[in-house]
């Protein structure tokens, strides 16, 4: 008897406590609700206000004394498509300054949220120059990756070095974030990738040559084929995009000299670019490739001389009648995928020459 009493006890202070918590729950909620709707006739105006000052109003009237969460809600709402000429504007209203000095002072604070949340005010205001750049080495990897999503909107040659040197940042996070912000800084990044390719044994080399490929700067390609002998294939494939990126004749050479590498990918990876690049007299070796041992290699070269025009597609349709099978197929799978027909004889071919994805043994 003593022990169902006990356990009715137990279970009436667990019912209480449950309840107690749903209870905070849906009061928390309902005074969130009516908070929100009390408040919602000043954000209407504010956001008004906020609009006809970031549209060139030549008034600059006061915002409606609200919340500092929700002024800071409507000023993220009004600045959501705004250019710079709109956040010049939205600097000369007093409650810039005001979400400016907080958001700073949130930047020192020595807790971690605090300082993601100034960082995201910042950003808002377009704002920061002073109190960001640090926070990129700070010891919170969310701080540190909101820092570099900043910092994409601010170049600067100390900015650009801290985001190569964040491609090696342990917290993906980061490492993700460092690379779309450099790839957005465009050729503000160029000095830093560049002194970074020149390092004697730099680090993240793959993941900063990937940066340069995609911002197709002719300046980039010198620095990276100093890494085209790398004992790492993905870094000799990194290589590749960037000379491609690059194209003119060092570009082309470069790329040529790599459809003879051990590893598949790179030699896929100099395929396409010499597609990309348009250059013709480079499809008898990309006809070669159309019979290489591995499968991704015979696609990269079939769909760079599809993209030859006349001069690729005369050795597509020469390797119809090859005697290497692997040539016939992949000849024959890009000619029916840029034109359907063409290799509609071919397509009566017996079963075992259809060789999709398989490797030469």
């Not at 009390?38 to 906020?50: D, E």
């Not at 020192?108 to 950003?123: D, Q």
């Not at 465009?186 to 044994?201: D, K, M, N, Q």
């Not at 790398?230 to 459809?259: C, M, N, W, Y």
């Amino acid at each position: 008897m003593q022990l169902y009493e006990l356990l009715t006890v137990v279970l009436l202070i667990e019912g209480g406590i449950l309840c107690a918590g749903l209870s905070l729950i849906l009061g928390h909620a309902a005074y969130g609700q009516a908070r929100s709707a009390r408040l919602r006739p000043g954000m209407r105006v504010s956001m008004q206000i906020l609009a006809r000052v970031l549209a060139g109003a030549p008034d600059r009237p006061a915002l409606v004394r609200l919340p500092l969460d929700k002024t800071i809600e409507a000023v993220a709402h009004a600045t959501r498509s705004v250019d710079d000429v709109g956040r010049a504007r939205l600097a000369e209203l007093p409650v810039y300054a005001v979400l400016k000095d907080r958001a700073e002072r949130w930047c020192t604070s020595a807790r971690w949220h605090r300082r993601l949340k100034g960082i995201r005010l910042l950003v808002i205001l377009g704002a920061g120059e002073g109190a960001v750049p640090p926070l990129l080495e700070d010891r919170g990897a969310e701080v540190r990756s909101a820092a570099a999503a900043w910092a994409a909107n601010h170049p600067s040659p100390q900015i650009a070095t801290r985001l190569v040197r964040m491609l090696s940042d342990e917290a993906l996070a980061c490492r993700l974030t460092a690379h779309a912000a450099l790839i957005r800084l465009g050729r503000h990044a160029v000095p830093a990738i560049i002194s970074h390719l020149a390092e004697a044994s730099p680090a993240s080399l793959a993941p900063a040559l990937l940066v340069a490929s995609r911002i197709h700067d002719s300046a980039l390609a010198g620095p990276a084929l100093v890494h085209r002998s790398h004992g790492d294939p993905e870094v000799r494939a990194a290589v590749a995009q960037v000379i491609a990126s690059g194209g003119g004749t060092t570009g082309v050479e470069g790329l040529k000299s790599f459809l003879i590498d051990p590893a598949a990918k790179v030699r896929a990876t100099a395929a396409a670019g010499l597609g990309g690049l348009g250059d013709w007299p480079s499809a008898p070796l990309l006809a070669e490739l159309l019979g290489d041992p591995a499968w991704e290699v015979r696609r990269a070269a079939g769909l760079a001389l599809d993209r030859l025009g006349s001069p690729g597609q005369l050795y597509l349709q020469r390797a119809l009648n090859s005697t290497d099978r692997f040539a016939q197929d992949m000849a024959r799978q890009v000619l029916d995928r840029a034109r359907p027909g063409l290799g509609a004889a071919a397509r009566a071919a017996p079963p075992e020459f259809a060789m999709n994805g398989q490797e030469r043994g």
